[in-house]
């Protein structure tokens, strides 16, 4: 009814389509299986907007259908609401023009329709329409008892039970005659108490007159929130003695108990259910959280699970889900795997018992090995669970743990392909782990998106959290001027309050790191001074940040001057305090402050780690003191830390300097065999470069094959250095055999620097070595892949006997033109252009 048959008819492609045809169109792609077509509802709605005119409102069937597409998970929520507005107002203008002629018109939106676009905001969870429209519907006297319902539904389908619960008080306070049926009071007094509005819950059950069991089950559930056990078993018993009180009522009554801890409760109302037959696995379910947790004991949840199969009942997900609850509180990740080994001959897993997993370890303090991430990621798939937005959080912060951007990608995708998709409720703290996710990722458009997402919601700014997260995205992806700029927009949106709160003072820290990667010291100080200026708390991770400011540009005074101003501040230094102070000051050559600081650390009860000791070790190296390295190392041991191939470098460069090469090969022989570690790429490329500094090419090269018989592969580093080495000797053997070596791994392009390949084949062609082995190691790099070229006179010697054949001489231009090209690209020492 209404303006539909007014309208014009819409021009397809030369051709005119009727208007109903264009309804259909879009009823066609609201009532689309599945998901909606919102492009084709697009179409049609641009369509039949160009038809109607500018100002002239669509038919109200059209603007039904648009509702429903735009309100499901495909659609645009704001663009949803602007259609229902429009429809609304079209049936109201329509009514009024009708009343005058002295006709009373069919009511549009009708109930049914009101009723179905309600229903579209289900799936999708949309609770600003569903409330929106409950809003008009109250405001028009339009809230009949299958509107109201429906609305209900969608606030409790999105996890809205407050709404709920103020949009029935809405309607007790509009005196609306609805009688409410026992299905709808159970939803809401469901509703009131997730809410935690007892008093609600109670007056529903009340005008509920007759509460069924259901009814009875949720206001038990109410006491239980209240502590009151003593209430909720009368409940039960009244129940009990009207012959009304089921397994789900007993049950109810017994998680009451149990989650309040009172276990005369638990016993009395545990063997009433084995006196009345109702117990079932769900009773024992909720009898094992007993045993969940800190407190769990492991032994008693394997007894219950034993008398429950006596009992003639199966375990479900639920009853191992709370049995790796119990395994996980003692730490034992073996046994909490060995559960799930059961779980999976047995009943599956599903969502909580992966969020289970992610939870123990990070409960423990631990973070998961990436075997094990990798095995309850897999769940996912094998048992096709639909990722919620818990697992999402629990999966994606382990991963983060683990600082492997693969990795990270991966589990992105596998929880897309779970088929999650951000509800329209989501919370901040889910946006802003997936905006972390995805700057770690470095999908920085990704996160801008979610930002946009997140922002955008009407009457909910970001939280501080959500800045300090976005500023931090930024910053990592080397983005400081959006950072910045995002930190004025949060001052703008949170700083009236003041600036002193914990979300400011994480947002200053991620800026003072920022500054401190690009050594812009000045910068992170005056965020330090603007901290305190406003009275923002400055902790023990921004004076650590502003100290490795400091000292990655060598201003250790102001480092000093920050390590006095913590004790003013009455923040403790902590090893990473110590640590960068030290480093900083051997970096500076300043051994005798390092000395001080090392000798202050450990009286103060702070171990010292491989870290500042690689950093004192260091700094004795560059010094020229090898009575100090000694010392060093012997503390180190003394200390119960074991000295790594970080070590092992820095004695190796220590000899080198000193051109002492038996000395440094000792190291690299003795050390790994006295303190049980192999000599990794960095150990084998660094003794390399100390025998190729000291005139000992061939020994360098020697090391090549025994690096790749004890299994550590060549880098980039590696070949290079091997490479400059053997072009400073004017090496053909040794060019030869580093570039036959490279170009016998894996994607050879990986490992061979494009200039010093070219300077090799130069060096080749100067020694007269082109046709025995340049050619063909042309040839072999050329179908690795690289874009090298044969040197000038050997490309001469190529295309001479081409020339010759088709012009009868030799042409001596194409040679000088060649000796003029590489005249103009001359190849520096060291093969850097």
């Not at 069919?106 to 609770?127: F, H, I, R, T, Y």
């Not at 991770?541 to 400091?550: M, Q, R, T």
């Not at 004695?651 to 000395?663: H, T």
Request: glycine share 8%; hydrophobic share 40%; proline share 4%.
């Amino acid at each position: 009814g209404g303006p539909a048959e007014k309208a014009a008819p819409a021009t397809v492609a030369g051709g005119v389509v009727p208007v109903e045809a264009m309804v259909v169109l879009l009823e066609c792609a609201a009532r689309r299986p599945r998901r909606p077509d919102v492009a084709l509802a697009l179409r049609s709605e641009r369509l039949l907007r160009g038809a109607a005119g500018r100002g002239t409102p669509l038919p109200a069937g059209a603007l039904d259908a648009l509702v429903r597409v735009h309100a499901s998970c495909a659609g645009d929520q704001t663009k949803a609401t602007d259609c229902f507005d429009e429809l609304v107002a079209g049936g109201e203008q329509g009514q009024a023009g009708e009343e005058e002629g002295g006709e009373r018109p069919p009511k549009v939106p009708s109930e049914g329709s009101v009723v179905g676009m309600l229903g579209a905001c289900v799936d999708s969870q949309n609770a600003d329409l569903a409330e929106h429209i409950l809003a008009w519907a109250r405001r028009r006297g339009r809230c009949s008892l299958p509107v109201f319902a429906a609305g209900v539904k969608v606030l409790a389908a999105a996890r809205s039970p407050e709404r709920a619960c103020d949009a029935f008080e809405a309607l007790e306070k509009d005196e609306c005659d609805l009688e409410l049926d026992a299905a709808l009071y159970g939803q809401l007094i469901r509703c009131a108490v997730q809410a935690g509005r007892r008093g609600l819950a109670r007056h529903l059950f009340h005008l509920a007159g007759n509460p069924d069991a259901q009814n009875s089950a949720s206001l038990i559930r109410a006491c239980g929130q209240e502590g009151d056990v003593k209430q909720a078993v009368d409940l039960l018993f009244d129940l009990r003695d009207r012959g009304e009180a089921d397994t789900t009522v007993f049950n109810s009554t017994l998680d009451v108990a149990v989650s309040n801890g009172d276990q005369e409760a638990v016993d009395t109302i545990f063997e009433e259910m084995k006196a009345s037959h109702c117990v079932d696995v769900v009773t024992y379910n909720i009898l094992l959280k007993q045993f969940t947790g800190a407190d769990g004991c492991l032994e008693q949840s394997r007894a219950l699970l034993k008398e429950m199969r006596g009992f003639g009942l199966k375990p479900n997900v639920a009853t191992y889900n709370s049995l790796l609850g119990s395994v996980l509180a003692t730490g034992d990740f073996a046994a909490a795997w060995r559960t799930v080994d059961e779980m999976e001959a047995g009943p599956g897993a599903d969502a909580y018992t992966i969020s289970i997993l992610f939870k123990g370890y990070k409960g423990r303090r631990r973070t998961i090995d990436p075997a094990s991430f990798d095995r309850a990621l897999a769940l996912i798939e094998k048992y096709s669970v639909k990722a919620d937005e818990i697992l999402v959080n629990v999966a994606l912060e382990a991963c983060f743990g683990l600082r492997d951007q693969e990795r990270l990608n991966g589990t992105l995708t596998a929880l897309r392909r779970s088929g999650w998709t951000l509800p329209k409720q989501c919370s901040m703290h889910t946006y802003a782990t997936l905006i972390k996710a995805y700057g770690m990722s470095r999908q920085l458009n990704m996160a801008w998106k979610l930002w946009g997402e997140a922002s955008g919601k009407k009457g909910q700014p970001p939280t501080q959290q959500l800045f300090s997260q976005m500023i931090d995205v930024l910053v990592c992806n080397a983005r400081m001027e959006e950072a910045l700029s995002m930190f004025e927009d949060m001052k703008a949106t949170h700083g009236r309050q003041g600036l002193c709160s914990q979300g400011f003072a994480v947002a200053y820290a991620m800026l003072i790191r920022g500054f401190a990667q690009r050594k812009e010291c000045g910068k992170a100080l005056a965020c330090y001074d603007e901290m305190r200026e406003n009275g923002t708390k400055v902790g023990l991770v921004v004076f650590n940040s502003l100290i490795d400011a400091c000292s990655r540009v060598g201003d250790m005074s102001s480092a000093a001057r920050l390590y006095r101003d913590m004790s003013r501040a009455e923040c403790v230094p902590d090893l990473i305090t110590y640590s960068t102070l030290i480093k900083g000051y051997c970096v500076r050559g300043e051994m005798d402050e390092a000395w001080d600081l090392f000798e202050l650390m450990r009286n103060k009860g702070i171990r010292p780690d491989a870290i500042v000791f690689n950093s004192l070790l260091d700094g004795c190296a560059k010094k020229q003191m090898p009575d100090h390295c000694e010392q060093v190392i012997n503390d180190m041991v003394d200390a119960g830390i074991k000295p790594s191939n970080h070590s092992a470098s820095i004695l190796i460069k220590l000899y080198g300097r000193s051109r002492d090469v038996d000395a440094a090969f000792r190291v690299f022989e003795d050390m790994p065999l006295k303190y049980g570690f192999a000599p990794n790429t960095a150990v084998y490329t660094c003794l390399m470069s100390t025998f190729i500094g000291n005139g000992r090419l061939d020994r360098a090269l020697n090391l090549l094959p025994q690096m790749i018989k004890a299994g550590q592969r060549p880098d980039e580093k590696t070949y290079s250095t091997l490479l400059r080495g053997a072009l400073r000797s004017q090496s053909v053997d040794g060019v030869c055999s580093t570039l036959w070596s490279a170009l016998n791994c894996t994607e050879p392009r990986r490992f061979l620097d494009e200039e010093l390949v070219q300077s090799a084949l130069q060096l080749l062609q100067k020694r007269r070595a082109w046709e025995e082995q340049g050619r063909e190691l042309l040839e072999r790099m050329r179908a690795a892949g690289l874009p090298v070229h044969a040197p000038g006179g050997a490309q001469a010697q190529v295309q001479a006997p081409q020339a010759q054949a088709s012009c009868g001489q030799f042409d001596f231009s194409m040679v000088k033109q060649q000796q003029n090209n590489q005249q103009q690209s001359p190849v520096r020492r060291g093969g850097r252009r």
